[in-house]
Structures are given as structure tokens and as C-alpha cells.
């Protein structure tokens, strides 16, 4: 079963840069498309970035979130720029396969302070 495990999260100030990789186990050019979402406490997961054929953004974070791909390391990055408290939320990478099945990592919290 393909795992896909999220790294690179933490605490930064506002105004500052992260960058979360997802590493799946499994060659990532067998995806349809891959993607970051994230949840904040009471409220409902969303959309990120999701990379394909082409990338698309949450408005939130349009001009300042990067998504990217290293097929040769299986692996997604997220450059997250210009950081505000309301980036704050536990981030998830998703992957779709072909046939439309999503699977999803386990998630990793990223806190921006203000």
C-alpha cells in the first residue's frame, strides 16, 4: 500500500518561509495529480495546491505558495513564502491515482506566530 509521508513543518514567525516536502513510496508519475491541503482547528479541510498537468492554487495563497515535483525522488514540495498566522493548520498531501482513488498522508502541523 503506497504511503506518502509529509515533512519539513514547524513554528516560523510571520513573514517568514517553510518548505514541506511529501515523499511517496511509490513512483508519483503514477499519479494523476498530487496536492496539498491543509485544516485548521474548526474548519473544514482545503485545497492548497495540486500539481499535474498543470498547478493550480487556493486563492489564499496565490503569489505566495509554490508547488513542485521531483518525480526522480518521488517526492512534492510546497515553498510556502510570506507566511501569515492564518497559514496556520495541519497540512496534508494527497495523491490521486488514475481511476480517481485519493490517498492521503498522515499530515504535519505547521504554526505561523504572529
Known amino acids: 500500500q503506497v504511503q506518502l509521508v509529509e515533512s519539513g513543518g514547524g513554528l516560523v514567525q510571520a513573514g517568514g518561509s517553510l518548505r514541506l516536502s511529501c515523499t511517496a513510496s511509490?513512483?508519483?508519475?503514477?499519479?494523476?495529480?498530487m496536492g496539498w491541503y491543509r485544516q485548521a482547528p474548526g474548519n473544514q479541510r482545503e485545497l492548497v495546491a495540486v500539481?499535474?498537468?498543470?498547478?493550480n492554487y487556493g486563492d489564499s495563497v496565490k503569489g505566495r505558495f509554490t508547488i513542485s515535483r521531483d518525480n526522480a525522488k518521488n517526492t512534492v514540495y510546497l515553498q510556502m513564502n510570506n507566511l501569515e498566522p492564518a497559514d496556520t493548520a495541519v497540512y496534508y498531501c494527497?495523491?490521486?491515482?488514475?481511476?480517481?482513488?485519493?490517498?492521503w498522508g498522515k499530515g504535519i502541523l505547521v504554526t505561523v506566530s504572529s
Open positions: 511509490e513512483r508519483i508519475v503514477g499519479f494523476s495529480t
Open positions: 494527497k495523491a490521486r491515482r488514475f481511476s480517481g482513488m485519493d490517498i
Open positions: 500539481i499535474g498537468a498543470s498547478s
